[in-house]
């Protein structure tokens, strides 16, 4: 069987006070916490920006618009899906967390968040 894998990443060289902004693929990302103190999964550290394209019917000009949500919003809204599988690097395996509000992702290790929809950008306080 062979599977078409896309990959590509954040952008690093993030300022001091700035969200690291990762895009979201529709469908199953991979993603890992590279810093040094644990990612929390929760609304104060983790939003989410939806954005999408307004065309004018009568006229030439476009404007791309975007939404920023808590994790929880994005999640209630259906954008994205209400669990996430963390790596478990002693089972070499991933374990599902029902609940994604509140779960710390620990220093170096890879997850799995899935979503529903295209134009979303994952926005992580520091």
Do not use: C
Not at 45 to 55: D, L, N, Q, T
């Amino acid at each position: 069987m062979l599977v078409k894998v896309t990959v590509t990443s954040a952008k690093a060289g993030l300022k001091s006070g700035h969200d690291l902004e990762i895009q979201l693929n529709q469908g199953l990302n991979m993603l890992g916490n590279p810093s040094t103190t644990p990612l929390l999964w929760d609304d104060d550290h983790v939003r989410v920006r939806i954005h999408w394209i307004s065309k004018k019917w009568f006229g030439l000009k476009k404007r791309v618009k975007n939404k920023v949500v808590p994790l929880s919003q994005a999640i209630a809204e259906g954008w994205l899906k209400d669990k996430i599988a963390l790596w478990d690097p002693s089972a070499a395996s991933y374990y599902y967390v029902d609940d994604n509000v509140g779960q710390l992702v620990p220093v170096g290790q890879g997850f799995l968040l899935a979503a529903n929809r295209g134009n979303l950008t994952l926005l992580i306080r520091p």
